[in-house]
């Protein structure tokens, strides 16, 4: 799941949108439905570290439950192309949750799936470690010569299925089917707002950007459980 405001993804899109007082982060709603799930699913929570402090009592509420802190920058801007400051980057969002939660943080997602352009991703899974994390999870794989482990988001017919956004438009049938013939370990993501937060309605919307980030949003939780019920879920750095 990526801890992440809505609001600030907006701002960054270049539409901002006012933040109601009291939003919801949809945090809450995340852990009542993975406390009432069967079995004791697990998942990781890729933290963009300059939103952890405003859901500090949420993220702590779920990692006492057992759930696993990741990062997701210490922004969700574009990732610095300098390789020296490619690692400032990713160490100073490492830190930020580190410090806050008192947890060490082993695995980092990319806002956007994106390698710098001027590096090659040999290099940036270098960078990577150099950094100090133990795992990936993106879009791209270099294989059994990455110095960190690689768990890539599921992926079918080119189309990352595995994000929530996909899900939102997709039938059940077509997720289903496509965890069914992952050859690995299949890798599914959401956005911490997708779970009850306090986000404009469908009739606000004004903008295609606004219509790409709002329809359907509402369907994912629904989604997600029905993905609990199906499969189970472990944290990412729980799998082997």
Not at 9 to 35: D, E, K, N, T, Y
Request: glycine residues 12%; charged residues 20%.
């Amino acid at each position: 799941v990526d801890v992440e405001d809505w609001y600030d993804g907006m701002a960054v899109l270049g539409r901002p949108i006012a933040r109601p007082r009291g939003a919801h982060s949809g945090l809450s709603g995340l852990a009542s439905l993975l406390a009432s799930a069967e079995g004791g699913p697990a998942v990781t929570l890729f933290v963009v570290g300059n939103y952890a402090d405003a859901v500090r009592a949420e993220l702590g509420d779920l990692v006492d439950r057992g759930h696993e802190l990741a990062s997701h920058g210490p922004d969700h801007g574009r990732l610095p192309e300098d390789p020296a400051a490619l690692v400032e980057w990713l160490r100073t969002g490492r830190s930020m949750v580190e410090d806050l939660f008192q947890r060490p943080i082993r695995g980092f997602r990319s806002p956007r799936f994106d390698i710098p352009r001027t590096l090659s991703l040999v290099h940036y899974r270098d960078l990577l470690a150099e950094a100090g994390f133990h795992y990936v999870s993106d879009t791209s794989r270099l294989g059994e010569h990455s110095p960190v482990g690689e768990l890539p988001v599921l992926i079918s017919h080119r189309v990352p299925i595995g994000g929530g956004s996909y899900q939102r438009m997709l039938p059940g049938v077509a997720v289903t089917a496509a965890v069914d013939s992952a050859p690995g370990p299949a890798v599914l993501y959401y956005h911490s707002y997708d779970f009850g937060a306090t986000l404009p309605s469908t009739g606000s919307i004004r903008s295609l950007a606004e219509a790409k980030q709002l329809v359907g949003r509402r369907r994912v939780a629904r989604v997600f459980s029905r993905v609990l019920r199906r499969y189970g879920s472990k944290a990412c750095g729980h799998v082997r």
